[in-house]
């Protein structure tokens, strides 16, 4: 019964799979802790592992980094096909295997229902230590949405900042609001992620404190859009040009966030009827939206209701703001580079996760 619960949580957490980011229990103190009763480093671990086909990585956006580490030290870019469990991490078929820090890795510690029990005996690599982090959760809407309506757009990101500061502040009573919305986790992996994503809003790649909610940061956007660059390979070939010469300025605009953190509060929505667009299921990944809906911070600012939309299975984000399903949605970085260089017409107006969430993890005896 618990290998289901485990397999069972494990899926319906990975938020981070639709791609779905954290690193504030993955820092080089945990790493170097991690690695120091046999001395080895960060570098030997990942050599060790790669060298012995046994790195794993689910794909769907988090490979990129991989394949950057890898590249890194100057290994092979291939990795093994890793579930959404971490099965394979638990019974040895992967040395080095891939998690979110808000989600696998708190199942891989934890010994609630779905938890393997590990606790602080694991070893932790972090994305963002190795400088190969890619942005993760952002918000984006089209092009042509946000000239039409300004207000709308500054508004909604207004009452989202209000709703991710609270969180932040609150991830306890945050994990509740998610739970009682439909969280497709129990309570106390939900109490988890939310501890863990707030740690991604409010650190950036570099470990400093991060302040402004959305704050869209020059160098870490660059380093996300120079990194897929270099890995990410579009099926069409003029597509593939096209990204391959798309800058920043293609894929953001920062005037809607400077327009939202300047107002006081007061706008005048052009549409008063707006949707968002998740990557996954309800869960605390997406805390901000559920506690700006429930704390009313959304009806505030003149919107009469707010519908958030819930993603897994087939469902796009990219696919459905574009064709105007809905308003605005939840992506990452290189999600919307790619969609925008295949032909759609997105723009990234807001940077939610400020750092990466993705971590390896391993075991000390097994090397």
């Known amino acids: 019964m618990k290998e289901r619960l485990r397999k069972l949580v494990c899926t319906l957490a990975a938020a981070s799979m639709v791609m779905g980011a954290l690193t504030g229990c993955g820092g080089k103190e945990e790493t170097a802790q991690a690695t120091e009763s046999k001395n080895l480093t960060a570098e030997e671990v990942i050599k060790i592992a790669a060298e012995s086909g046994q790195v794993g990585n689910w794909g769907l956006g988090n490979e990129y980094e991989v394949m950057a580490l890898l590249s890194k030290y100057d290994l092979p870019t291939d990795f093994l096909s890793q579930d ?12 080095l295997a891939s998690a979110m820090t808000y989600n696998e890795l ?4 934890n010994d609630y229902d779905g938890g393997y029990g590990y606790g602080d005996e694991i070893g932790v690599i972090d994305m963002n230590d190795e400088g190969v982090a890619m942005l993760e959760d952002n918000i984006f ?3 042509t949405f946000a000239q039409e309506n300004p207000e709308t757009v500054a508004a909604f990101l207004y009452a989202s900042f209000k709703g991710w500061k609270y969180a932040v502040e609150n991830p306890e009573e945050a994990a509740e609001i998610c739970y009682e919305y439909g969280s497709s986790v129990s309570p106390e992996h939900q109490k988890y992620m939310a501890t863990e994503v707030a740690k991604l809003i409010s650190t950036n790649t570099k470990g400093e404190s991060v302040s402004d909610i959305g704050y869209m940061d020059e160098e870490a956007m660059q380093q996300t859009l120079d990194i897929a660059k270099q890995y ?24 809607f966030y400077d327009a939202a953190v300047a107002s006081d509060g007061t706008f005048n929505v052009e549409k ?5 667009q998740l990557k996954w299921l309800p869960d605390a990944q997406f805390m901000g939206y559920y506690v700006a809906l429930d704390k009313g911070y959304y009806e505030e600012v003149g919107f009469e209701n707010v519908d958030i939309v819930s993603g897994g299975g087939d469902i796009a984000e990219t696919t459905a703001v574009n064709n105007g399903t809905v308003d605005f949605g939840v992506t ?3 999600n ?5 260089a295949s032909g759609m017409d997105l723009v990234e107006i807001a940077q939610i996760f400020q750092k990466s969430g993705l971590v390896l993890v391993y075991k000390p005896e097994n090397f």
């Open 336 to 340: 919307l580079a790619s969609a925008d």
């Open 232 to 255: 990410v390979s579009l099926d069409d070939a003029a597509a593939n040009e096209a990204f391959q010469a798309l800058t920043l300025d293609d894929i953001r605009d920062t005037s």
């Open 272 to 276: 008063k009827e707006v949707s968002i």
């Open 106 to 109: 708190g199942l891989v510690q």
């Open 332 to 334: 990452w970085e290189t």
């Open 141 to 143: 809407c089209t092009k």
């Open 84 to 95: 959404f469990t971490m099965d394979g991490f638990d019974d040895n078929s992967i040395l």
